[in-house]
């Protein structure tokens, strides 16, 4: 069964930064794209960061130079680093993982999310 655990969200300052985490129990981990992406209350689920497989990254125009995502395939796990973070980052951050075969991103499997608050 996939499992994806969302870790590192919670209340900062503008300004400031978090590091999100995305543990995953899934097989051939190293082969799939991974994706970072938020809702904030009354708005749609947007793409934030996704890196595939190769290392190769895209990201959100709202967040470049801000955010960095990465991936450590011993360990299973994907990393958003937050820098300079605006109350409009605010958002309940998900992580998802690509099935493979299928079409990114229509089809993935998601995690419960984590809340990442930004006060001004």
């Known amino acids: 069964q996939v499992q994806l655990v969302e870790s590192g969200g919670g209340l900062v300052q503008a300004g400031g930064a978090l590091r999100l985490s995305c543990a995953a129990s899934v097989r051939s981990f190293s082969n799939r794209t991974m994706g970072w992406y938020r809702q904030a209350p009354g708005k749609q689920r947007e793409a934030v960061a996704v890196i595939t497989s190769g290392g190769t990254t895209n990201y959100a125009e709202s967040v470049k130079g801000r955010f960095t995502i990465s991936r450590d395939n011993a360990r299973n796990t994907v990393y958003l680093q937050m820098n300079s973070l605006k109350p409009e980052d605010t958002a309940v951050y998900y992580c998802?993982?690509?099935?493979?075969?299928?079409?990114?991103?229509?089809?993935?499997?998601w995690g419960q999310g984590t809340q990442v608050t930004v006060s001004s």
């Open positions: 998802n993982a690509e099935k493979l075969g299928r079409t990114y991103p229509i089809y993935a499997y």
